[in-house]
């Protein structure tokens, strides 16, 4: 039996690589500088897995390793070849301008979209296919290049690369009449030159990651698959292949994988564990092929419960005999936080949740002690089983965890907590007559600019420089100087700001029970920006009031209706790590009954309008359609059971990014807000067309400017804006407001944009 690994973080363990970055962006550092830190770091990351049998390389990249094969394959959008030669760009210009555009006195190259890589929080760089796209190798290659860098450095590796039907899959057409797998045999040519040179620098084995078999499965991909597998081991029969996958089962796939001429194939069992047993009875399943089970949860914190490990694992040890396994992670640990050790005396996590989590570092040791303790004779005696399940025990009975109170809460919720009183038809008249606003409410989406100011006093006062009086008279201040400013210009439904808040997740999961948050459990979101989700260990639980201080005091100043401010419960659990020991769904209801208490507090502070954050909702959606609508059951059921609590006449908000909505519309309608506002102005409107299609019968503010960008929308524009939206909602349920929050903007683009904004609606309202 052995051990591996196929990914290990790559932002280094004191967030070294994004250090480097920016400081090389901005001119402080030069290239060769850069390229020692990534050495370095890649060194210290194989020294840290040295315990394991096989351990990765070309798992590090400078910011994503899709782009990478992008760059190795030099297959670049046209845009780039031009601007390369017109900027004279070098290698390493070239790669990051790929990333993240570039622009000078003398040319503007937007940069190459990015997206979700599958339903993690990591995004990835999208390829681009022309009719004509050719692949082509000229430049030293990568993969070959570590393989051979750790090897220097004592390390023979397992190198690592997305395979070429994933690749092709993930990207897009630019040019009509083709398809991107049309490109395959081109690809695999290219693909054959590196597996050349890394035979020929030693190398014997190989893993390909093709996670588009956790997709729908797909003849297509299917015939893709067999076809360059075959070809592979035809052609390179001396190596030793094996196919990855994750975030799924083969499902559908699995007769086609089983085929393959592979040495290997990589299961996650943590996202589905039963497909093991499917495998081991398959009548294709041939007695030459490894496994390699990834047992380790790839993509969350929880510490391995040996006892469940060493079950499946003697299981598939009686069935295939140890010689043919391997124990790995479900998925590369690029999605974990590097090492929970880092969190010491000073770090803001609960200690007594610690020892219940194992980020990165912990997962490469469970492996080699599960390894230890497959090979003892009574694995149940030995200390590293025993101290395993003392953690794990003590996470299953402790207090914090287990809040008598929610679960029976949660059992209890009845239809009714997910519904209002009335329909949306009755509930309109009656909040025309408490609100009284006039056609096409202007609004914003919540967040006003974060200045430095408001960064610096928070800051102060976490570090315990400023009084907590102090510190909230700051605040005030800024709300009031807020209300101000939007009364003079005429918004008509006005926001507080959100001064207070560091981040829209982070905010409520401080104040609730159930969550721990770490000092250094940073995770590649992309690029050089990472993110520190919250873990959400314990039953979910408000135990005060959370947002009501703040929006109360923003009504209290002025006659017009403030929006209260909260985020939703499918955003907070979408954007956090989660429990395993209880579904997701379970928990996600749980955070909706705080999110309902603190609705029905605001209301009783005299908030005539709650907004409920949902920028995640599309998020969650599962990789395979068969279970979408299990998930978009219980998540519009999870906001409902938010926003249900108030009266007809209390209107209930609801604010999403920039997201599809076409196939989800009907759950959308059936969140049933009374207002929804959506990013839209970069779509030229067409993200409306789901709606209207849709007759959806509730209020809609399709966001009339971009906020990404400092520019101040014109008046024209706007109008302009405002006028073909109508033609596919009807005015009366129009809204008016930007795209998302202003958090990011300067104050004087905001008051500029939004003093526009109003004017332009005027006009409207003038005209049609
Ligand atoms: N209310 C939040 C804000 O304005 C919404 C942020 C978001 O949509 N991501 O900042
Ligand atoms: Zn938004």
């Not at 090389?24 to 049998?53: H, M, P, T, V, Y």
């Not at 979209?113 to 929080?121: A, C, L, R, S, V």
């Not at 997962?363 to 090979?375: F, G, M, P, S, Y």
């Not at 009574?378 to 395993?388: F, G, I, K, R, T």
Request: aromatic share 10%; charged share 25%.
């Amino acid at each position: 039996m052995k051990t591996r690994n196929f990914g290990f973080p790559r932002i280094g363990a004191k967030r070294e690589l994004k250090k480097a970055l920016e400081q090389f962006w901005a001119k402080e550092i030069d290239a060769a500088k850069l390229i020692e830190i990534g050495k370095d770091i890649r060194k210290k990351n194989w020294e840290a897995q040295s315990i394991l049998d096989d351990i990765p390389s070309n798992d590090f990249s400078f910011y994503d390793q899709i782009l990478d094969l992008i760059y190795t394959f030099d297959c670049l959008p046209k845009r780039f070849r031009q601007l390369q030669q017109k900027e004279n760009l070098n290698d390493l210009e070239l790669y990051f301008a790929l990333a993240r555009g570039f622009q000078n006195e003398t040319s503007d190259v937007k940069a190459m979209e990015m997206t979700k890589w599958f339903d993690t929080n990591y995004h990835f760089i999208v390829p681009e296919f022309y009719k004509n796209t050719q692949f082509s190798i000229s430049k030293p290659i990568k993969i070959v290049e570590e393989y051979k860098e750790a090897k220097v450095s004592g390390f023979e590796t397992l190198p690592t690369i997305i395979g070429p039907v994933t690749f092709l899959w993930l990207g897009k057409e630019i040019d009509k009449g083709f398809h991107r797998l049309d490109l395959l045999d081109d690809l695999l040519a290219s693909y054959s030159v590196i597996l050349d040179q890394l035979l020929e620098h030693g190398a014997s084995k190989i893993q390909f990651d093709e996670p588009c078999l956790a997709l729908d499965e797909n003849p297509l991909i299917q015939e893709c698959i067999k076809k360059v597998y075959q070809h592979f081991a035809k052609e390179f029969p001396q190596l030793d292949i094996t196919l990855g996958n994750y975030f799924d089962c083969y499902g559908g796939n699995l007769t086609t994988v089983l085929q393959l001429p592979i040495h290997t194939l990589h299961l996650d069992l943590v996202r589905c564990g039963e497909q093991i047993n499917d495998i081991l009875n398959h009548e294709l399943f041939n007695e030459n092929l490894h496994l390699s089970l990834g047992i380790i949860d790839g993509r969350n914190v929880w510490k391995n419960d040996f006892r469940k490990s060493l079950e499946v694992i003697k299981k598939v040890e009686a069935s295939i005999g140890s010689d043919r396994i391997l124990l790995s992670p479900s998925c590369s640990l690029l999605h974990s936080p590097i090492d929970i050790n880092l969190e010491d005396e000073q770090s803001k996590i609960h200690p007594e949740v610690k020892p219940w989590l194992s980020f990165a570092q912990q997962k490469i040791e469970e492996l080699e002690q599960l390894k230890v303790l497959v090979a003892e004779k009574e694995p149940y005696q030995h200390p590293l089983y025993v101290s395993n399940q003392i953690d794990i025990q003590s996470r299953i009975t402790s207090e914090l965890v287990n809040n008598l109170k929610v679960q029976e809460r949660v059992k209890n919720l009845s239809a009714k907590e997910s519904q209002r009183a009335s329909d949306f038809k009755s509930r309109k008249v009656q909040q025309a007559v408490a609100l009284q606003l006039p056609l096409l409410p202007t609004t914003s989406i919540g967040s006003l600019p974060q200045t430095k100011e408001v960064r610096k006093n928070r800051s102060l006062f976490k570090r315990g420089k400023i009084t907590h009086e102090q510190y909230s008279d700051f605040i005030k201040n800024e709300i009031k100087d807020a209300i101000r400013f939007q009364e003079s210009i005429d918004v008509d439904v006005l926001v507080h700001g959100e001064f207070e808040r560091n981040d829209m997740v982070e905010f409520f999961g401080e104040q609730l029970d159930g969550f721990t948050f770490t000092s250094h459990g940073w995770v590649q979101s992309f690029g050089s920006r990472y993110v520190k989700p919250p873990i959400i260990y314990g039953d979910v639980h408000r135990s005060e009031a959370m947002t009501v201080k703040e929006s109360a005091y923003a009504q209290s100043l002025t006659e017009r209706p403030v929006k209260g401010m909260l985020t939703g419960p499918v955003t907070i659990l979408q954007w956090s790590f989660v429990r395993d020991d209880q579904p997701r769904h379970k928990t996600c209801k749980q955070i909706s009954l705080a999110i309902r208490d603190e609705v029905i507090d605001l209301e009783k502070a005299g908030l005539k309008v709650i907004q409920i954050d949902e920028p995640a909702f599309r998020e969650g959606l599962p990789l395979r359609k068969g279970e979408w609508q299990s998930y978009l059951d219980w998540a519009v059921d999870s906001f409902k059971i938010s926003s249900s609590g108030v009266k007809d006449g209390t209107q209930i908000h609801t604010h999403m990014c920039y997201s599809k909505f076409n196939d989800i519309i009907k759950s959308i309608a059936a969140m049933d807000a009374d207002v929804i506002t959506i990013e839209c102005s970069r779509s030229q409107l067409h993200l409306l067309n789901a709606f209207s299609n849709f007759k959806y019968p509730n209020e809609i503010g399709p966001g009339i400017y971009d906020i990404h960008s400092p520019n101040v929308p014109s008046v024209y524009d706007m109008l302009d804006f405002i006028n073909k939206a109508k033609i596919k909602i009807p005015l009366e349920q129009l809204w008016v407001n930007p795209d998302c929050g202003l958090k990011t903007r300067g104050w004087t683009e905001t008051k500029a944009s939004l003093e526009a904004m109003v004017n332009a609606t005027k006009k409207a309202r003038e005209l049609f």
